[in-house]
């Protein structure tokens, strides 16, 4: 082998053996490479309090939006009573009997002549009393007897809410029944805080104009005027609160004041109490009705008490209704607290009597 050949091979040989430490150092080095650190990008998580915020704070957008959007008139289309249906009836069942016998007999006159009567036979006061109380027991009878939604049927004419019709029916003592039909229309006025009722009380054959008026501000109170003319009407207020219901009659003859009557209603054990408060002229009379049983017959126990001038009475009635020759009558056992018992006969629904002492 020449020396230049021999000069090559080792060039050769010595670049193969750096090649291999190359080598060598590359694997060793990338074995030292560290790992590159890998990373899990966290999920999305709800938060319990946001969500509930953002539940609240849509619902109450809602809610504003409804308030906004929603005509008012919609929003109160109830008037500010608990019961007004039932507040109509009893206040058409009292109304109408009272102004049944309105017109029939001057009050001062019979009451004059009654007292003259008295005073020549020395009765009690409340004597003169009875006949101007008859007008009364008939609604009483009804209060007592009849169901306590008086049989109630109630329709909204050509579907609109404000277009109604109500009819219902009172019984009394001798299961006699009285059919009564309200039509009227309820409209919201000021701004929808007062509710205005007006339309017509048909019972039998009589007819009678009403109106009437419930303040949103004035919680279960209904004013109204029942009218039998133009001249003959009836002016009442009715509250009911927690403990009794109320009306406040005022009763106009000839367009005049007559007489103040306060008729109040309490629920005592189950049973019902109900007063009545005359205000006349100087004098108030006050009876407290309860219904019992005798016989297997409905009787009107009654506490009376009578303030006139400085003049004071009071004592005890029992009414019983009566059947004689055809015709039903009262007989009211009259026991003064300080006087002589005596029995009073009297026709329901006028006022002619007899007197009877015992």
Known sequence: MKKKELIELIKTKSLEVEIKDLGANIISNIK??????????????????????????????????????????????????????????????????????????????????????????????????????NKYLTMIEKLYVS????????????????????????????????????????????????????GTIKVDDNEYLFNGRSEKNEKNTLNMQINKNNQNYIKLTHMTTKDNTKFNYEIFVNDILTEKIDFIIKDISREKEVTIVLEKDLSVTTYTFTKSQESKSPILKVKYAINENTLEESGSLIIRITNQFGENGYAILVKPDNGKPFMINQNRNNHKRQNNKI
């Open 32 to 133: 030292n490479i560290p790992e590159k650190e890998s990373y899990t990008l966290p999920r999305k998580s709800i938060r319990p309090k946001l969500m509930l915020s953002a539940v609240v704070g849509f619902s109450l957008i809602l809610v504003l939006l409804m308030f906004l959007l929603v005509p008012q008139n919609e929003i109160d289309s109830e008037p500010q009573f608990e019961n007004i249906d039932n507040a109509l009836m009893f206040s058409s069942i009292s109304s109408t009997s009272l102004l049944e016998n309105i017109d029939l007999y001057d009050m001062s006159q019979n009451l004059s002549s009654i007292k003259k009567t008295n005073e020549l036979n020395s009765l009690p006061i409340i004597n003169d009393r009875l006949d101007n109380m």
């Open 147 to 198: 169901d306590t939604n008086f049989n109630k049927e109630k329709q909204f004419k050509d579907n609109q809410k404000n277009n109604q019709k109500i009819k219902f029916k009172s019984i009394d003592f001798l299961n006699e029944e009285t059919v009564y039909e309200l039509n009227y229309q309820n409209i919201y006025t000021n701004g929808n805080n007062t509710l205005n009722l007006e």
